[in-house]
C-alpha cells in the first residue's frame, strides 16, 4: 500500500520506517527541510535503538522515502496518516490541536481521489469528528479513522512489530478490512486486532496512559509508607504483582514519571472530561501527587548531605526520563539539577544519550562524557536513569571519595551489598541499613 507519514517525529518516523519494513510504500512528509535532509542522508533526529539501521535499509530498497512536498506525498498515497504532536497548551491542561487540523486541512486541499486519513496522534475523544466537519466539502473522498499508537520509547520498533493489541475506530465497517489487510504481517504473528468507534480508539489510548500512571503514582505513594514504616518496597511490588488482576509491570518505585506522553495525556483525559463535565477525581490526584514526586525527592538530597549544599559535588548519571532514549521531556533531572545548582552544589552529569541543551546555560552544571570522570570526587552519586552501563559501577574505585554517598533512584543495588562495601547508600522504598 502506498502511505503517507505526516510528521516525522517519533510516531511519524517509526511507524512510517516499520510500515515500509514490512513491505509498504511509504513517504514522510515534514516542514522541517533540515530534519528531511537529514533522514534523506540516513541520520535519525530522533535516539531510538535499531532506527537508524532500520531508516537507511528501507530508504535504499526505495520503499521509504522524504519530503518536505506535503502536495505530492498526500495525493500519490492511499492512506494518510496524521502523526503531528499535539503539546498541553501554555498555562493550561488543554490539548493544542492546531497541528493535527492544519493537517486535515492541508488534505482537503491536496486530495482529488479517495482517502483514508488515519490520526495516529494521541487525541481528545471527538477530534475525528472536528476533522470530518473540515473535510466535509469533499465528504465522499475521505473515512476517518482512528489508529493510536502505543510505542513504548527504547521499545519502538519492537513494540510496532509485536504489540499488544492494534486497535482500530471507525464509524465505517469498510474502513476495518482495509486497516486489517495492512496489518496482516502483524496479526499473521499473533497480535490481537480489535475493532471500535472512532470516539472508543481516542478514548483507549488516553484511558490506557492514565491508568498506567496511575500505577506509577500508586507505587511511588506506597514507596513513601515503606521508608517510614521499615518494609521493602520491593517485596509489596512482588506480592502485589503476582496477582493477575493487577500484573507487576509499572509497579517499579523511582522518580516521578515523565517523557512525551504520561504528563500531557493525563492533563489531556482531564481537560476531556471538563468538557463534559465529568470529574475525573482520581487522574487530577495522579497529577498532583507525580508533580509533588520531584519536589519530595529533591528535599530528600538534604536529608542526605545536610541542608548547606555550597560546593557540594554532586554527580548525575543519567538524566533522561527513561534508559535507551534522549527525551528529556518532565524528566526529573529538568527540576533537580537547576534547584541543586541554585543551592551552590556543583553539579556533573553523564547520559549515554549525551549532553543536553536544557544544563547548557547553568554555570555550576558540566556534562562529562563518561562514568569515571563523572564521578571522580563526588559526595553524593545520583542515579536517576538505569541505563544497563549504570548497573555494575565499581563505586569505591571511581568515586575516590572516602565520605561520598550514592542516592539510587531506580533501585539498581542491594543495599546490603553496598553496606558489606562500607559505602552509604540510600535509595527508594527501602529499609536504610546505613
Same mark, same amino acid.
Given at each position: 500500500?502506498?502511505?503517507?507519514m ?17 513491505g509498504n510504500e ?5 516542514k ?7 533522514l534523506?542522508?540516513?541520520i ?5 535503538p ?7 535499509k ?9 519530503t ?6 498526500i495525493?500519490?498515497s492511499?492512506?494518510?496518516f ?6 498541553t497548551?501554555k ?7 492546531s497541528f493535527v487540523?492544519?493537517c486535515a486541512?492541508?488534505?482537503l486541499?491536496?486530495?482529488k481521489?479517495?482517502k483514508i486519513?488515519?490520526t495516529?496522534?494521541t ?5 475525528g469528528? !472536528?476533522i @470530518?466537519k %473540515?473535510?466535509?466539502?469533499?465528504k465522499k473522498?475521505? #473515512?476517518? &479513522?482512528?489508529?493510536p /499508537?502505543?510505542?513504548? !520509547?527504547g @521499545?519502538? %520498533?519492537?513494540?510496532f512489530?509485536?504489540p499488544?493489541? #492494534?486497535? &482500530?475506530g471507525?464509524? /465505517?465497517k ?9 496489518y496482516?504481517?502483524l496479526?499473521n504473528?499473533?497480535?490481537?486486532f480489535?475493532?471500535?468507534s ?10 490506557s496512559?492514565a491508568?498506567?500512571?496511575t500505577k506509577?503514582t500508586f507505587i511511588n505513594?506506597l514507596?513513601?509508607?515503606c521508608e517510614k514504616s521499615g518494609?521493602n518496597i520491593?517485596?509489596i ?8 488482576r493487577?500484573?507487576?509491570r509499572?509497579?517499579?518505585a523511582?522518580p ?5 506522553c ?5 492533563k489531556?483525559?482531564?481537560s476531556?472530561a471538563?468538557k ?5 477525581s482520581?487522574v487530577k490526584?495522579?497529577?498532583k501527587s ?6 519530595l525527592?529533591?528535599?530528600?538530597i ?10 557540594k559535588?554532586?554527580?548525575?548519571l ?12 518532565d524528566?526529573t533531572?529538568?527540576?533537580?539539577i537547576?534547584?541543586l545548582?541554585?543551592?551552590?552544589a556543583?553539579?556533573?552529569?553523564y547520559?549515554p544519550?549525551?549532553e ?7 554555570k ?5 562524557n563518561n562514568?569515571?570522570?563523572n564521578?571522580?570526587?563526588?559526595d553524593l ?15 569505591k574505585?571511581?568515586?575516590?571519595n572516602?565520605k ?7 533501585n539498581?543495588?542491594?543495599?546490603g551489598e553496598?553496606?558489606?562495601n ?6 527508594v522504598?527501602?529499609?536504610n541499613?546505613?
Open positions: 500500500m502506498k502511505l503517507c505526516i510528521g516525522t517525529g517519533y510516531v511519524g518516523l517509526v511507524s512510517g520506517a516499520c510500515f515500509a519494513d514490512i511509504v513517504v514522510c512528509v515534514d522541517d527541510k533540515n530534519k528531511i535532509d537529514k534523506n542522508s540516513s535519525s533526529p530522533i535516539y531510538e535499531g532506527l537508524d539501521e532500520l531508516i537507511k528501507n530508504f535504499l530498497a526505495k520503499r521509504l522515502s522524504f518536505t512536498n506535503i502536495h505530492k506525498a495525493s500519490t492511499d492512506i494518510i496524521i502523526c503531528v504532536g499535539t503539546p497548551k498555562g493550561t491542561i488543554k490539548v493544542d490541536l487540523y492544519k486541512k492541508e488534505i486541499k491536496y486530495s481521489r479517495k486519513i488515519v495516529k496522534s487525541v481528545p475523544v471527538g477530534t469528528d !472536528e @470530518e %473540515i473535510l466535509k466539502k469533499k473522498l475521505f #473515512i476517518t &479513522i482512528s489508529n /499508537e502505543f510505542l513504548r !520509547e @521499545e519502538a %520498533i519492537r513494540d512489530r509485536y499488544d493489541r #492494534i486497535v &482500530i471507525s464509524n /465505517e469498510k474502513a476495518f478490512d482495509i486497516m486489517r489487510k495492512l496482516v504481517p496479526t504473528k499473533g497480535s490481537k480489535f475493532t471500535t472512532r470516539r472508543g480508539a481516542e478514548l483507549i489510548k488516553y484511558a496512559n491508568f498506567l500512571a506509577i505513594e514507596a513513601n509508607l518494609v520491593e517485596d511490588s512482588l506480592g502485589m504483582g503476582y496477582d493477575s493487577i500484573g507487576g509499572f509497579l517499579r523511582g516521578a514519571y515523565g517523557g512525551s504520561f504528563p500531557k495525556d493525563t489531556g483525559l482531564v476531556a471538563d463534559y463535565k465529568i470529574n475525573l482520581v490526584s495522579v497529577i507525580n508533580q509533588e514526586r520531584v519536589n525527592l529533591t528535599q530528600r538534604h536529608k542526605i548531605l545536610g541542608s548547606n549544599l555550597k560546593n559535588k554532586i554527580s548525575f543519567g538524566v533522561t526520563f527513561k534508559p535507551n532514549t534522549d527525551d528529556m521531556r524528566s533531572s529538568l527540576k533537580m537547576p534547584y545548582c541554585k543551592k551552590g556543583k553539579v556533573n552529569y547520559d544519550s549525551g543536553k541543551n536544557e544544563f547548557r546555560k547553568i555550576s552544571c558540566f556534562y562529562k562514568i569515571k570522570s564521578c571522580f570526587g563526588a552519586v545520583v542515579l536517576l536513569t538505569e541505563w544497563d552501563e549504570f548497573k555494575s559501577i565499581d563505586f574505585k571511581i568515586v575516590k572516602k561520598f554517598k550514592v542516592y539510587d533512584l531506580r539498581l543495588y542491594s543495599a553496598m553496606k558489606k562500607k559505602i552509604n547508600y540510600y535509595s522504598g527501602r529499609p541499613i546505613n
